[in-house]
């Protein structure tokens, strides 16, 4: 079975009925590395990439493991991004990957239920729109949200809607997260319990891709 098949057979509602889709050969990584992310690089390493394209819709499949436990990222294609609007960290990664949008075999991440990670439709969520209509969790309790929503953009969304951000200067990441059950997560201080949250152990964007990257090793 090929990945694209194993993809499929396992992400059942990825393609929707009567989408054109043309599927390339499957070719090892020739892409590099990003000298700040040892983990993610030496996964991408090992990776084999298939190129897809569904409706017009460009897409690469990233897949590891012997043949009998497959396990993979759908992604879209890398972005040539200079802007200060994102880490640098972000704009390496981009480098070599738009982003993933599905996965498939996943070991237990921060990146288990999310629709976008690390894609640029992610980093174009409004965070002071998304803040402003939560206002009410700070408003509750006497005091105002903690952080300027502007120097923050959003690096993965949850299908429930919770979303992680980073700082656009320094990576520091954050959960804006009023509907969680997570372990492992600290309330920042001045915000109520599921609101704006820490992860423990996981300070910046740089670190969050390395944990994530690690488990999928």
Aim: hydrophobic share 45%.
């Amino acid at each position: 079975m090929s990945d694209w098949d194993q993809f499929l057979y396992e992400v059942t509602w990825f393609l929707p009925s009567g989408k054109s889709v043309v599927v390339g050969e499957a070719r090892s990584w020739s892409r590099g590395s990003v000298d700040c992310l040892p983990e993610l690089s030496a996964l991408l390493a090992s990776a084999a990439l298939t190129p897809v394209l569904v409706g017009g819709d460009a897409f690469e499949l990233l897949a590891w493991g012997p043949s009998d436990d497959r396990r993979g990222w759908l992604c879209r294609p890398p972005l040539d991004v200079d802007s200060d609007c994102i880490t640098s960290t972000h704009r390496g990664f981009w480098r070599l990957c738009g982003g993933i949008v599905e996965r498939f075999g996943e070991p237990d991440t921060w990146w288990i239920n999310q629709n976008e990670v690390l894609t640029e439709d992610a980093a174009h969520v409004s965070i002071a729109g998304v803040l402003a209509d939560y206002a009410w969790l700070w408003e509750d309790h006497g005091v105002e949200i903690p952080i300027s929503p502007d120097e923050y953009y959003a690096v993965a969304v949850e299908a429930n809607g919770n979303l992680t951000l980073a700082h656009r200067d320094d990576g520091r990441l954050l959960l804006f997260a009023p509907d969680h059950a997570f372990a492992n997560v600290t309330p920042l201080a001045g915000s109520p319990p599921y609101s704006l949250l820490t992860i423990d152990h996981v300070p910046d964007l740089a670190a969050w891709i390395e944990v994530c990257a690690a488990a999928w090793r």
